[in-house]
C-alpha cells in the first residue's frame, strides 16, 4: 500500500490556511502602522481592527464591543475565570461550578483560585463524558459567582448542552463561562440564543496562527483590566495589537463557521466510518458519546498496549495523531479526561485520538482502517501485559472501563 501523510490531530492545532495567510501577509510588510498613531497607516490597521472585530463579532451573534483580543485559549480563560472571580469576591460570591474534565487552562486556574480562599465544585460527567445540566442547577448556590463548562471536549470530542446550563445560569443568576476552543468551526454558536456571558476561543485550533484568540465577553459584565498599559481592547488588555493575528483570526472565523452544516454532512460519516471499522479490532472501546460528537473527533482505547507505542508505529505510517492530549502525553499520568468517564489505568493508556478537518478524505479513512489493525496486532504480539492478558483471560467488564478476570 502507498504511504500516506495524514494530520489527525486537530485538536491539537492546524495549519494556517492559504486565504488566511494571504489575508495577513500585507500587516507584516507594507500596513506595519502601529493602530494608535495618527498617520494613515496607523488609521488604515485602526480600522482593520474595526472591521476584524465586526466580523468576529457576526460569526458568534455578539457585538463588536464584547470582543476583546487575547493571545489564545488559555489566556482567555485564565481571564475569565480570575476576573469574575476577583469581581465577585467583593460581593462574597467565592464559589465556583467547573467539571471534572475540563481543559487544564480551566482547571489549573481553578485549583489557583482555590489557594486564595474560593471553593470550586467540580461537576463528575456521565461515563459517555456528557455533564448533566441538572447537576449544574443543583450546584448552584448562594455565593456561586461562576459557572465554567467546555463547549467540546478536547479529548473526546463530546458536545456540552451549552443553551440548557446557559439557561440555567440566567434563571439563577449566576455567570456563564465557556471554553470553546474545540467548538468553533464545528458548533453554530450564538452567545444570546445560549445565554452565555463569556467565551474563550483559540485561532489556531481552526486555521489562524497560535498566540491570536478572544474573550467574549457580555455587555453588562464587567471584568477587571488584565494587562494595563495604553488603551488598547478598552484598556482592558494593554499592549500595541497582534494586527496580523487579528486580521489572520477574523479571516479564520468567517471561513470556519461559513459552511459548518456541509463540514459536518462530510466530516460524520468518515468519522463513524473510522469508529465501527475500529472497533472491529477485538478489545477495543469508544470514549465519549458517539451522538454528542464532533464531527472530526474519534478517541478509541486498545487493551494491551500503550498509547505512545501506538502513536510512534503511526507516525511510521504517515499518520501523525495524539493519545490523551498533547499537553499530557510528556507525563505517563493517564489522561484525567480518560479517568473522568471511569476507566481504570490500563485502559486509558492504550488510547489513541484522531482528529480532522475538511481536507479528510474517505481515502484517508481507508488508509488509517488498513493500517491500524496490523498495527495493533504487532504491538500486542510484542506487549508483556497483553500476554498477561492472555493467558488469565483477563478481559473488559461489562461497561468496557476496567480489565477484570
Ligand atoms: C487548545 C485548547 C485550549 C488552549 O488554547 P491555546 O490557544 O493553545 O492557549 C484551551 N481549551 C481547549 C478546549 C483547547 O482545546
Known amino acids: 500500500m502507498e504511504k500516506r501523510i495524514i494530520y489527525a490531530d486537530h ?8 486565504e488566511v495567510l494571504q489575508a495577513m501577509l500585507p500587516y507584516f510588510k507594507e500596513h506595519y502602522g502601529n493602530p494608535s ?29 464584547e470582543i476583546f483580543f487575547t493571545a489564545g485559549g488559555s489566556e482567555s480563560d485564565n481571564w475569565a475565570i480570575k476576573g469574575v472571580a476577583d469581581k465577585l469576591a467583593a460581593k462574597g460570591k467565592k464559589h465556583i461550578i467547573t467539571s471534572v474534565f475540563e481543559h487544564h487552562a480551566v482547571l489549573h486556574t481553578c485549583e489557583f483560585l482555590e489557594k486564595h480562599g474560593f471553593e470550586v465544585t467540580y461537576l463528575p460527567v456521565s461515563p459517555d463524558g456528557l455533564i448533566d445540566p441538572q447537576q449544574v442547577a443543583d450546584a448552584i448556590r448562594e455565593d456561586t459567582a461562576l459557572v465554567t463548562i467546555m463547549y467540546a471536549n478536547n479529548e473526546i470530542g463530546t458536545i456540552q448542552p451549552i443553551a440548557e446550563i446557559g439557561a440555567i445560569c440566567k434563571a439563577k443568576g449566576v455567570l456563564f463561562h465557556t471554553d470553546a476552543v474545540q467548538a468553533v468551526g464545528n458548533v453554530e454558536i450564538g452567545v444570546k440564543a445560549q445565554n452565555i456571558d463569556l467565551l474563550s476561543l483559540s485561532g489556531h485550533k481552526f486555521h489562524a496562527p497560535k498566540g491570536i484568540g478572544a474573550l467574549y465577553i457580555r455587555k453588562g459584565v464587567t471584568l477587571p483590566n488584565l494587562v494595563h498599559g495604553g ?11 497582534n494586527v496580523p493575528g487579528i486580521i489572520g483570526l477574523a479571516k479564520a472565523i468567517e471561513l470556519a463557521t461559513a459552511n459548518i452544516p456541509a463540514k459536518t454532512a462530510k466530516l460524520t460519516p468518515l468519522r463513524d466510518k473510522l469508529i465501527d471499522g475500529i472497533l472491529k479490532i477485538q478489545d477495543t472501546r469508544l470514549n465519549g458519546s458517539r451522538e454528542h460528537r464532533l464531527p472530526g473527533s474519534v478517541n478509541i482505547s486498545f487493551v494491551g498496549i500503550e498509547g505512545e507505542s501506538l502513536l510512534l508505529m503511526l507516525d511510521h505510517y504517515g499518520i501523525m495523531a495524539s493519545s490523551g492530549s498533547a499537553c499530557t502525553s510528556g507525563s505517563l499520568d493517564p489522561s484525567h479526561v480518560l479517568l473522568s468517564l471511569g476507566l481504570s489505568h490500563e485502559v486509558a493508556h492504550g488510547s489513541l485520538r484522531l482528529s480532522f478537518g475538511e481536507e479528510f478524505t474517505e481515502a484517508d479513512a481507508d488508509y488509517i482502517l488498513a493500517v491500524l489493525p496490523e498495527i495493533v496486532e504487532r504491538l500486542r504480539a510484542m506487549s508483556p501485559m497483553w500476554e498477561t492478558i492472555q493467558k488469565e483471560g483477563i478481559h473488559f467488564n461489562e461497561d468496557k472501563t476496567k480489565l477484570v478476570k
Open 37 to 65: 498613531s495618527i498617520y494613515s497607516i496607523g488609521r488604515e490597521n485602526e480600522r482593520a481592527i474595526i472591521d476584524a472585530r465586526m466580523r468576529i463579532a457576526n460569526c458568534l451573534g455578539a457585538d463588536p464591543k
Open 11 to 18: 485538536s491539537a492545532t492546524t495549519a494556517v490556511s492559504d
Open 231 to 241: 488603551g488598547q481592547e478598552s484598556g482592558k488588555r494593554a499592549g500595541t495589537e
